[in-house]
Structures are given as C-alpha cells and as structure tokens.
C-alpha cells in the first residue's frame, strides 16, 4: 500500500521528531494535539532543527522551507483518522492512549494503518482494543528522531504481513535502518539500555562513582555519546522509572527492580532535562551534577 498522508498524534518531544522526518522525506503531515497552542510550540521546534540541518548543511533551505509547508497542524481528529498512516505519540499512559485509538475509531479510512509510538506498552493489548490489529503496529523512534538511525518495528500478535512490509517500506524512505523486535516488555533498545540506566544510578546510590565519575566512565570507557546519568536525564528520569516498572512487572523478575534513588528523583519532581534538574541541575549557565 503507498502511503502520502502521515497523521501524528501528539505533539511533545516525540512527535515532532517523527512529524519532521516524515516531512523531510516528502509526506504530508498532520500534526495533532489537544491544543493549537501545544502544534504551534512543536512546529517552531521543528522550525529550529530544520535550522539546525540546514547550518551543518545537512539540508538545504529550500528543504526547510518545503518540509515545514507539509506539516499541516489539525487539532481536529477527524481528519487524522483519514490518513493513510497514523503515528500515535502522545503521553506514555495506556489509558489515554485507548482513548486516543477510541475517538479516531469512527473516522479511520478501511486501509489506514494505526501504528503507536510506545517505548514499553504491549502491541497485542493496545491492538485488541481497535478494530483492525492487523493493522495495527508498534513503529518505536529514538529521541532526538532526526539524529537517531534506528526504528524499532513490533508486530502484535494479529498483524499481517502486508501491514509489516509497507511500514518497512516507509523506514527505507525516511533514510533510517529497521530492526524488527517481538513484542515482549520493552522490546529490545528499552530491555537493554534503561536495565544499565538503572544499574548506573544504583552504582550511583551505593557510592561506586559520583554522578560525574559513572558518565565519563561509560563516555570514554565503552565511547558512547553521553553518560548513563545524562542519557537518563535525556530521555527523562519519569519515563525511565516507567519503562523499569514495565519491565519489572511484565517479565516478574527482581533483577529488574527500580532502584530507589530513581524512584526519589521522580518524587522529587527532578526530571532530567525537561524539569531542569535531574542527575544534573541545567539551571545555570552549564550542567552541574546533583551529587
Ligand atoms: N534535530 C536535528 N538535528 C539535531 C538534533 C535535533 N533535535 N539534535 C542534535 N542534532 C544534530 C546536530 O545538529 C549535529 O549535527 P551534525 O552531525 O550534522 O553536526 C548532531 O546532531 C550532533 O549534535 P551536537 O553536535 O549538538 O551534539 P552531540 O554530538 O553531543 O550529539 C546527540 C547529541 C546526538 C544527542 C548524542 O549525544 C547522542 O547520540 N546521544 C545518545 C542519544 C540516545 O541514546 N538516544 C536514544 C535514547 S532512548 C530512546 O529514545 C528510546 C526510548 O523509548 C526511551
């Protein structure tokens, strides 16, 4: 099945990630949130990593400028639902998102396939709720989505083959690389990279390293691009403690147990990035370790 039209539920940190991709890549985009307000702010984000493209030369300008001019906000589900593709988002809470897939359920056109963004939450459950798990997929970006090479492809149990190929298809053309992942807690990035998010903060709590210790350890002792702490402040220390709590009660094993001074943080409001103090305080003029 081809597909023109992208509707992206979902405006937040990964959505207009995969709204901008999808653009670059000639789709058309519908850009849906609950407000006007929230699809304005994701649109002058994107504005601003196009920019970004275009001052590394990445892109061209005439790519900015087309790219944004296919991103159409549309607060009104409706017309998402009459896309050929549906990117669902938005908050990683499985009760608003069965309300998400419930109220687009009258305008879905017979052939659209409804794909989730989820980083943690059972393909096969979230699907049974719909009327078409077979055409239904978990289709899992990284963050930052424009930088990240990878999307994870999960099947529920019920979808097809046809529904497989054509979102295959679709990664090839936004210029990313697929990796298939069975539908399991987590699936495969989440299943591997928060458990060592995890174990950094209980080394980080049982007094193995400082905060800054454990990042440079891991940066220049295994060369990944950021620390574990600061990957965990990255992404979000909420949504780190969410996808070990999945982990922990999906497979029931205690190896996965959250570790209490990331339940802390959590409580504390210390989010990472977004909140402005996590494993790192951002208030100031450069990130300064919390401990
Ligand atoms: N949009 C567009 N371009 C962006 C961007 C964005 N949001 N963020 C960064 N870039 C570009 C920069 O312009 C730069 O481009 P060039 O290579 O063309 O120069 C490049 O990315 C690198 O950025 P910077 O030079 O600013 O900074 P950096 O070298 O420190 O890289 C990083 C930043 C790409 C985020 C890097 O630190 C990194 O790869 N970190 C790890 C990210 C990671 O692990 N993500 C996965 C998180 S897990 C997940 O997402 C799954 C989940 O469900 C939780």
Sequence with gaps: MEIK???????GQMG???????????YDVLLNDISE??????????GRNLERQVSRARITEADREAALARIRPETDLA?????????ESATEKEAIK???????APYLAPQTILTTNTSSISIT???????????FMGFHFM???????????IRGIATDQATYDTLLGVVETLGKTAASSE?????IVNRILIPMINEAVYALYEGVGSVASIDISLKLGANHPMGPLELADFIGLDTCLAIMNVLHEGLADTKYRPCPLLVKYVEAGWLGRKSKRGFYDYRGETPVPTR
């Excluded at 207009?16 to 000639?26: K, M, P, R, T, Y």
């Excluded at 963050?143 to 492809?153: D, T």
């Design 16 to 26: 207009n990630g995969i709204a901008h991709v999808f653009a670059l890549a000639g």
């Design 79 to 87: 017309a998402v639902g009459a896309a050929d593709l549906v990117v």
């Design 125 to 135: 459950r979230l699907a049974a709720r719909t009327d078409r798990p077979e055409r």
């Design 98 to 104: 069965n309300s998400i897939f419930e109220s687009l």
């Design 37 to 46: 307000e929230a699809v304005a702010r994701a649109l002058e984000v994107i």
């Design 183 to 187: 539908d399991y807690p987590a699936f």
């Design 143 to 153: 963050n930052p989505v424009p930088v990240m090479q990878l999307v994870e492809l």
């Design 5 to 11: 039209q992208v509707g992206v539920i979902g405006a």
